[in-house]
């Protein structure tokens, strides 16, 4: 399933101004079961951050990430890279019209390339590491580029069932991934072995962020790569589904889950 092009349409749709491209990002915030696993880390982390912080967004996609932040503070500095230029101008664009581009930027870089060295406070990287293969490379970097006790925040697939692949030999559900998960020991050595001296890895996507992920991402995203024709029946669709999945959501990030098909990853510097 060809996930790519569903964001780019989707995209398109909610960008004809910029309170309907605002509404999406809401929208977005209640129905990504990450967004809720995220700001919660987010808003724990950034007690020990500096008033004038420097904030890197490896791998921005739509900006929704970086406007959250944007929201938490008037005086942090956010940069936003992302591979497609076109997302990088539409980024800029919007950001532009909200009068944030004196302190949000965003930049087109391939983070197996990208150092600024010991320049950010914060790198976050949501759904990104699962569609690089040079993982080691990123990893070195992002330790690179974070100042002394900087702490990078991940979001990514686990081996538990991440990208829907729950046998060996099973193709993913999502066709642009690279690799279907992380196994947690392996994520964390890997850190470690490029330069991080602390990191907490938790598992989310449990029993019920797994349900609320298959009725408010996985069958709404199949319809549309059906027919785009499905985008009309969507609005009543999630007028019946999202307070199920809000209530999963809830209880997914209130719970310790022994096992998830996702992986929350903190690692400082």
């Not at 990208?114 to 990287?125: E, G, H, R, W, Y």
């Not at 019946?240 to 996702?262: E, Q, S």
């Amino acid at each position: 399933m060809q996930y790519d092009p569903i964001k780019q349409y989707l995209g398109k749709i909610f960008n004809i101004s910029t309170g309907f491209r605002i509404l999406f990002y809401k929208l977005l915030d209640l129905i990504l079961l990450r967004t809720w696993h995220i700001k919660k880390e987010i808003r724990l982390l950034k007690k020990s951050f500096p008033q004038n912080a420097n904030i890197l967004d490896g791998g921005s996609g739509f900006g929704q990430y970086v406007y959250y932040l944007s929201t938490l503070s008037n005086s942090w500095n956010i940069k936003g890279l992302d591979i497609k230029t076109e997302q990088v101008e539409d980024c800029n664009q919007f950001f532009k019209k909200l009068g944030l581009s004196n302190r949000i930027n965003f930049e087109v870089a391939d983070l197996t390339k990208f150092v600024d060295p010991a320049n950010f406070d914060m790198i976050l990287s949501v759904d990104v590491m699962e569609h690089i293969l040079e993982d080691v490379t990123v990893f070195k970097n992002f330790n690179n580029s974070l100042k002394q006790g900087g702490v990078l925040l991940l979001s990514t697939p686990s081996d538990k069932g991440g990208s829907d692949v729950h046998v060996d030999h099973q193709s993913s559900f999502i066709e642009e991934h690279l690799r279907d998960g992380y196994n947690m020991i392996e994520i964390e050595e890997k850190l470690f072995a490029t330069g991080f001296t602390k990191v907490e890895a938790r598992y989310a996507y449990g029993t019920p962020g797994t349900i609320s992920w298959r009725f408010s991402m996985k069958y709404p995203i199949m319809l549309l790569n059906v027919h785009k024709i499905f985008i009309l029946i969507i609005p009543f669709y999630f007028i019946l589904v999202l307070p199920f999945a809000m209530l999963l959501n809830y209880m997914d990030i209130r719970i310790k889950h022994r096992r998830g098909t996702g992986l929350i990853v903190k690692a400082w510097k």
